[in-house]
C-alpha cells in the first residue's frame, strides 16, 4: 500500500483543478480575507470548507454550530450547504472580522441562515446548552482559540446529537506538536485535544493528515 503522497504545488493545483467548486464570490472573500492581518494563516482552505459542506449534506445536518468565525468564510460555506429552514450559529469574540464576511452572505442569499453571537465563546456555549438543551445540533465545527480547544471539544460533544459530528481543525498545528520542544500555551492545548480523543470511547474518531490536520469525532449513540 502506498504511503502518505507528498502534496507539491503542482499536485495541490491538480488536485484543486479537478475537485475544487468555489465560485467568484467565494473567491473574493477568500482572497480579501488573505490580504488582512493574519488572515492567510488564519482561514481555511477552500478544500476544506468544500469538505464542510459536504459533511453538513451527508449527515443531513439541519442545526450547525461553528466555534470561531473570523471572516465568515467556513460559515458562508456551510450555510450554502443547509436546506432553507437550516440554521447555523457562529460565534466569535469581536464583530470585527465577522463584518467582513456579513456583505457576501447577504450577497450569497444566505444571511437568513446565520446567527452570529458575539463574545467569550465559554459563555456563548453555556448559554446554548441552558437555553437550547444538549443535543441540539447535528454538526459542530471548532477553529478558534487552540488554548480554548479542551473546554470547547467538551461543551461541543455536549451540544452535538448522538450520531452527530464535531470538526475540529487545526489539529496538527503546523507540525509543532510532534516538536517536543516546542511548549507554548496553544501547542500544549492542541496536544492536549488530541491526546483525549485518541482516547475518548464516547466518539469514533479520524484525525486527517490535510492543510493543518483536521479531526471528526462522531458522537456514538
Not at 453538513?56 to 436546506?83: K, N
Not at 492545548?189 to 485518541?198: I, Q, S, T
Request: aromatic share 6%.
Amino acid at each position: 500500500m502506498a504511503d502518505q503522497t507528498a502534496l507539491s504545488p503542482a499536485l495541490l493545483d491538480y488536485a484543486r483543478s479537478v475537485a475544487l467548486r468555489d465560485d467568484d464570490l467565494l473567491r473574493e472573500l477568500h482572497e480579501m480575507t488573505a490580504q488582512l492581518p493574519g488572515g492567510r494563516a488564519m482561514q481555511i482552505m477552500p478544500e476544506e470548507a468544500q469538505f464542510l459542506a459536504l459533511l453538513i449534506r451527508l449527515v443531513g445536518a439541519r442545526r450547525v454550530l461553528e466555534i470561531g468565525t473570523f471572516t465568515g468564510y467556513s460559515t458562508l460555506c456551510m450555510a450554502r450547504a443547509l436546506p432553507a429552514d437550516g440554521r447555523i450559529v457562529t460565534c466569535d469574540i469581536s464583530d470585527k472580522w465577522p463584518d467582513v464576511g456579513a456583505p457576501f452572505w447577504q450577497r450569497a442569499g444566505v444571511a437568513d441562515r446565520i446567527d452570529l453571537r458575539i463574545g467569550d465563546a465559554a459563555e456563548t456555549l453555556a448559554e446554548l446548552r441552558e437555553r437550547e438543551g444538549d443535543g441540539a445540533f447535528d454538526l459542530v465545527f471548532v477553529d478558534a482559540d487552540k488554548t480554548g480547544y479542551p473546554h470547547y471539544y467538551e461543551q461541543a460533544l455536549a451540544l452535538v446529537r448522538p450520531g452527530g459530528l464535531v470538526a475540529i481543525d487545526n489539529t496538527l498545528f503546523f507540525g509543532w506538536v510532534a516538536d517536543p520542544a516546542v511548549d507554548d500555551p496553544d501547542t500544549v492545548a492542541v496536544r492536549k485535544l488530541n491526546d483525549l480523543l485518541r482516547d475518548d470511547e464516547r466518539v469514533d474518531i479520524a484525525l486527517l493528515t490535510v492543510a493543518d490536520g483536521i479531526t471528526l469525532a462522531r458522537r456514538r449513540e
